[in-house]
């Protein structure tokens, strides 16, 4: 999925402003379901919503106004009741990694209800992973590399001392 980026998406630095992010990987989520033949609404009709109970987002580069940024998403792991969600998003021209990050989605009932993920929605979708005996989901090692500061503080323009 690409999204172009627009003056209201950045700050007053001129970069994409953070939250932002976690919008697109929303968006994302989204497209990815309905690319498997999941309609969000349709699921919602059903009875089926779902709801972050956990999200990380680690920023690698800036992006600025008139970029386009490419988000890869992936479920990249499947418990009895919830799918973790992993992002990447580059910048489309360069290739240039922008944000890597996560969103664990558990699923509820109309009424707020935790429930089992549905078969039909285990069967649509594919995983890289799938287990229910792992511990609390979390992005822990989707991210391995450690933030190299200095280098986001040359992308944001930053001096260092």
Do not use: W
């Not at 989605?105 to 039909?120: E, F, I, N």
């Amino acid at each position: 999925m690409d999204i172009k980026i627009y003056y209201e998406d950045t700050d007053c630095g001129g970069v994409v402003y953070y939250a932002n992010y976690l919008k697109y990987f929303e968006r994302a989520r989204t497209e990815y379901l309905a690319a498997h033949g999941l309609s969000v609404a349709e699921l919602q009709t059903r009875g089926t919503m779902f709801l972050v109970t956990h999200a990380e987002v680690f920023y690698r580069s800036s992006a600025r106004c008139g970029e386009i940024l490419h988000i890869d998403t992936m479920v990249s792991t499947s418990k009895k009741t919830a799918l973790l969600f992993s992002h990447t998003i580059r910048e489309q021209q360069s290739q240039r990694l922008v944000v890597e990050g996560s969103a664990t989605l558990v699923t509820v009932d109309s009424k707020g209800k935790v429930r089992r993920v549905p078969a039909s929605i285990l069967e649509a979708l594919p995983m890289t992973r799938s287990t229910t005996n792992e511990p609390k989901a979390s992005a822990q090692g989707l991210c391995p590399r450690p933030l190299d500061v200095k280098s986001v503080a040359s992308s944001l323009g930053l001096a260092q001392e």
